[in-house]
């Protein structure tokens, strides 16, 4: 029988080695355990208040039929990534891969050489082309420089999928699990899978339509993904989701509410994206509604598609 691979994260104010002892005792057993420190950095309004938090200790612990898999936070929190900003992931073994680029932070870099500990960085695979999970090529590739860069799309070698790709010490298949972006795509261990921007806890993931997002795309590539039972969803920001049926079953939920907000926003005569988004997004941050107002678009279009909605120009009414 399938045994269910343990992760655990311990978060606290230092590298105290005591701490680090005590979590790889109550954690032995036939797991393969990695550790290491990242400096994070002090996370901005409004996610903060109260005291920085200096230094954090995490220890993951992966059970034997997934690969061991570190991970090593990109350091740029803000608004947009999370109050712990981007996740990058580690796989190390015979081919040291790294799942996201992460944004180039040189904390991030020092982090990634620290835990390989000498070895190259031998492979980068990008779950899509949003800045903050591509901007750090550059700075990975004059660290490494016969790291191979892998990505949907474009490059030398743009990855294909159902591809199984060679990674830390097994294999990874990729899944092309477009929506959020044209290219993004989700990498399977097993029962865990490296799932980008596919989901997130604690946020909704925006559906950018005026950068290649597509609503009705995510909502298959969500079923895509809930359809192989993933055990785990390990996500481009915030924590691990050890429930991912549930949590992508909230996901389609929340569009369905939505699409039902929009479709009454229309019969109250609200016409445009940005007249739709203020009438339903209320006291959200001026930095975000452009992105609430790209969100309704996404919704606007998959009306379109399903023919409940037409499209005069910039106004909208229902069909
Ligand atoms: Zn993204």
């Not at 929190?77 to 180039?104: E, K, Q």
């Not at 191979?148 to 990729?174: C, K, W, Y």
């Not at 950068?211 to 995510?218: P, V």
């Not at 039972?229 to 924590?239: E, K, M, S």
Request: proline share 8%; charged share 20%.
């Amino acid at each position: 029988m399938r045994r269910q691979p343990e992760l655990t994260e311990v978060t606290e104010f230092t590298t105290e080695p005591k701490l680090v002892e005590d979590a790889r005792r109550e954690q032995a057993c036939s797991t393969s355990i990695a550790i290491f420190s990242a400096r994070l950095p002090l996370c901005p309004a409004p996610f903060l208040r109260g005291e920085p938090r200096p230094l954090r200790t995490l220890v993951f612990v992966s059970g034997s039929d997934s690969m061991q898999h570190i991970l090593l936070p990109a350091n740029n929190a803000s608004t947009w990534t999370g109050p712990t900003g981007n996740n990058t992931w580690l796989l190390p073994g015979r081919t040291p891969t790294l799942i996201d680029a992460g944004v180039g932070n040189p904390e991030h870099i020092e982090a990634i050489a620290q835990a390989l500990d000498g070895r190259p960085l031998a492979l980068v695979l990008i779950t899509h082309g949003h800045s903050d999970h591509v901007n750090g090529v550059p700075a990975i590739a004059a660290r490494w420089p016969d790291v191979q860069i892998r990505r949907f799309g474009s490059g030398d070698h743009p990855l294909e999928d159902r591809e199984v790709i060679a990674a830390g010490d097994g294999t990874l298949t990729t899944l092309h699990t477009p929506g959020h972006a044209p290219d993004h795509c989700c990498f399977l261990d097993g029962g865990e899978c490296f799932c980008g921007d596919l989901v997130r806890l604690g946020g909704t993931i925006v559906i950018p339509a005026t950068r290649g997002g597509d609503l009705s795309q995510y909502l298959s590539s969500l079923q895509r993904v809930r359809d192989l039972r993933p055990v785990r969803l390990l996500p481009g920001h915030g924590p691990v989701i050890d429930n991912p049926a549930k949590v992508i079953d909230a996901y389609v939920r929340h569009r369905a509410e939505r699409e039902a907000e929009i479709i009454r926003a229309l019969e109250a005569g609200f016409e445009t994206p940005e007249g739709i988004a203020s009438s339903i997004y209320r006291g959200l941050p001026p930095a975000l509604v452009p992105a609430a107002v790209d969100s309704v678009l996404a919704h606007l279009i998959k009306l379109k598609v399903d023919r409940k909605a037409r499209q005069d120009g910039d106004r909208w009414t229902l069909n």
